[in-house]
């Protein structure tokens, strides 16, 4: 497989909900994330394709933030090896400078993915 992705992916060193700024509801846990995009453990599988407005929750305050709001695509599915959980990748698509930036501080420290 190509890798497409133009930075490294840093595994979540804290735990961050993804919620769905219309509903509230929580989609999912950060398993891995760049300001280009995310992966979520869920309960729930998501249609590629979709596109939600989306809050990441920090665990403390970022830049002063305790979220930022982006938009985001997702552009793969699968389920989990545990039943009952899915993977899902998300593509940011719509996002502030301020919002990338304060991903950026927040990952900082956080290991890449190998």
Known sequence: MIEKRKLPRKIADDVLEVSDQHTNSVLGQVVN?????????????????????????????IKGHSKVSFGAEVVWSTPASQPGSHWSGF???????DGMLTIDDLILDWHIME
């Not at 590629?48 to 929750?57: A, F, N, V, W």
């Not at 593509?91 to 400078?97: C, G, H, L, Q």
């Open 33 to 61: 994330i760049s300001a280009e995009g995310l992966m979520l453990i869920s309960n729930e599988p998501y249609a590629t394709g979709s596109i939600y407005e989306l809050d990441l929750k920090f665990p403390r305050l």
């Open 91 to 97: 593509r940011i698509i719509d996002i502030s400078e």
